[in-house]
C-alpha cells in the first residue's frame, strides 16, 4: 500500500478532514499575504467566521467557495466540477457489463 492510501482522504474521519480543508484554506491565504480582513472584504465572508473556519471549524461549502472565490483559487474546485462523467451512452461495454466476481477458492486434490 502506498504512503498516499495509508494517509489519503479515505483514511480520514470526517471531522480530520474538515480540519485538514480549514487548514488548507488558512494556508492559501497567509501564502498569499491576505490577512483575514482583507480576505472579508474580497469574499464578503465576516472575519469572525474566516477566523472559525481557519480553525477547522465546519463551514458551509458556499462559504468555501466564497473563500476560494476571494482567494483567486477558484480552479480548486476542477476536479469536483469538470471530472469525466461516464454514461451509458459513453461507457465501454466492458464498464457497462461488468460485474464483481467473488473470488475463487481453490481445494486440494485430496
Known sequence: MSDENKNGPARKSN???VTAVCHALRDLRKG??????ELSRRSGVDRVTISRT???RPASL???IQLLRGLERL???NMLLFHDKITPETASPHQVNEKIEPPKT???DW
Open 62 to 64: 458556499l462559504t468555501i
Open 54 to 56: 481557519e480553525k477547522g
Open 106 to 108: 481453490e481445494y486440494p
Open 15 to 17: 471531522e480530520e478532514l
Open 32 to 37: 498569499q499575504g491576505i490577512s483575514q480582513e
Open 75 to 77: 480552479d480548486m474546485l
